[in-house]
């Protein structure tokens, strides 16, 4: 799968990069209520909070996201680097997020899509998105696709 690498300094610098934009854009756009920091290269941005595997704290990180309806479409692609982001790890171990879009914050249940579900979804996040296709690219894992979806209701 991975026809090119990204560069090496690309690979090296990249994670430390992705973790001090996203902790400044995140306070930019909780103080701004997505106003400043809700778009990165003209691409909606929402905040996803996940709940930490082995801290149980939340965490909050920036993503370029697909709106499909109610449902909210993200990309675990980590600028096609060989590890799957933090926030994936987390969502698997409790897929209960809040995703917030401007100054809408909604409580969302997350999951990973399966193969006949990506391949519907990638051709149409590749359309809004080219560089995901580039990261796929650079990677041997399957960059992964969730779904976020309105969490049930409880009932009363």
């Known amino acids: ?41 003209g691409l909606p941005v929402c905040l996803l909070t996940t709940t930490g595997r082995k801290s149980a704290l939340p965490r909050t990180s920036a993503l370029v996201f697909m709106s499909d309806g109610e449902r909210v479409v ?12 933090l926030w994936l790890l987390n969502l698997r171990a409790d897929p209960e997020v ?10 969302m249940h997350a999951r990973i899509v399966d193969d006949a579900e990506r391949t519907h979804l990638w051709p149409r996040l590749i359309a809004m998105n080219p560089r995901w296709a580039k990261f796929q ?8 696709v969730v779904v976020c979806e309105p969490a049930p209701r409880a009932s009363s």
């Open 137 to 144: 690219s650079w990677t041997d894992r399957v960059i992964p």
């Open 1 to 41: 799968m991975s026809s090119k690498r990204p560069p090496l300094v690309f690979s090296l610098l990249a994670p430390r990069l992705v973790k001090w934009y996203s902790k400044v854009n995140v306070a930019i756009y909780r103080a701004t209520d997505g106003r400043v920091g809700g778009r990165e290269l």
């Open 74 to 85: 993200l990309v675990a692609a980590q600028g096609g680097l060989p590890n799957h982001p």
């Open 98 to 107: 809040q995703i917030q879009i401007g100054d809408n914050i909604r409580t």
